[in-house]
């Protein structure tokens, strides 16, 4: 089944080149069947290369999807147009009544700061009490993971000597988790932080499982099975310029940046570097969309209820 979103959206036109099966309003109400309701809060500066990123990932699986794009109520992002806001984003508090069947927090650029300044921690700390009611499941990316994993776990994060930047080997350190179905003993996943978690940190908690890391990049996923939600320290959804185009934007501003690891083909900026995360990313996805599938009631209503 193809993923229902806005008909003008910017992200349709470029999912459509790449035969990613979309759907219109009414295609949807033609369907007899409940699609899954997945909302995007969308923290990322680039508003619509994240938007396309994660309606790929959604998109690419044989349910059907409604996506909702969310933004914090109390905050004006900078970086799009407040006409792209009001086409096509509804205020957390406009949302907070309603139920979703899964739920995306993405990164956001403000990983040095400490979490308590971050101008909307406490809207923030709502939403993810929030999701202990009124979503199925959560998935936290990025900086979204590790503010995700210290509000429930109290688990801090710590500033690297350098930015962790590149595309890194993981480990699949449990091939029997529902998440990992497929997955190689190893894969490879695009990082971009300057901060990190550690496993030292982590609670003596059954109801938490590392289920991918990094030798050199360290914790890169965990299931948090009591909060019913994943948090994935890296990025996943990037695309194939992502890193390439962090590294010109940094060159440019004159910000000391060093070439992304594992990247360019012979570390050459020049030359086009190759996707080696596409076929594990939409792994991921899928695999957690039919966790979702599976344990989500039919009823919106009684999503939250135990």
């Not at 109290?154 to 890194?168: E, N, S």
């Not at 695009?190 to 289920?211: F, I, K, Q």
């Not at 990094?214 to 909060?227: E, R, V, Y």
């Not at 070439?259 to 594990?280: A, G, I």
Request: hydrophobic residues 40%; aromatic residues 10%; glycine residues 4%.
């Amino acid at each position: 089944m193809p993923i229902k979103i806005p008909d003008d959206l910017p992200a349709r036109s470029i999912l459509e080149t790449e035969g990613v099966m979309l759907m219109t309003e009414g295609q949807a109400a033609r369907q007899d069947i409940r699609p899954l309701r997945i909302g995007l809060l969308n923290l990322m500066p680039d508003k619509i290369r994240t938007e396309t990123q994660f309606a790929r990932l959604l998109g690419a699986n044989p349910l059907q999807i409604e996506m909702t794009l969310i933004k914090m109520t109390a905050h004006t992002p900078k970086n799009t147009s407040a006409e792209h806001m009001l086409a096509f984003y509804r205020d957390f508090a406009d949302v907070a009544h309603e139920k979703f069947d899964g739920l995306v927090i993405t990164g956001a650029p403000v990983e040095l700061m400490p979490f308590e300044e971050v101008t909307y921690w406490n809207e923030l700390k709502q939403i993810f009490d929030w999701t202990q009611t009124n979503v199925q499941s959560a998935m936290h990316i990025c900086w979204g993971a590790q503010a995700a994993l210290h509000h429930f776990h109290g688990v801090p994060k710590y500033a690297l000597p350098h930015k962790q930047f590149g595309v890194f080997n993981h480990h699949n350190l449990n091939p029997a988790s529902p998440y990992l179905r497929g997955f190689s003993d190893d894969f490879a996943i695009p990082v971009s932080r300057w901060t990190e978690v550690r496993r030292a940190d982590l609670p003596n908690d059954p109801s938490l499982e590392v289920l991918a890391e990094s030798d050199d990049a360290g914790l890169c996923l965990i299931a948090d099975h009591k909060h019913r939600c994943l948090y994935m320290f890296n990025h996943v959804e990037y695309d194939t310029g992502t890193l390439g185009a962090e590294y010109w934007r940094d060159r440019k501003a004159g910000k000391p940046i060093a070439l992304p690891c594992n990247y360019f083909p012979d570390d050459d900026p020049n030359r086009e570097p190759s996707n080696r995360w596409r076929s594990h990313a939409h792994l991921l996805f899928a695999n957690w969309l039919n966790e979702l599938y599976q344990s989500t009631p039919y009823h919106l209503a009684d999503i939250g209820k135990r």
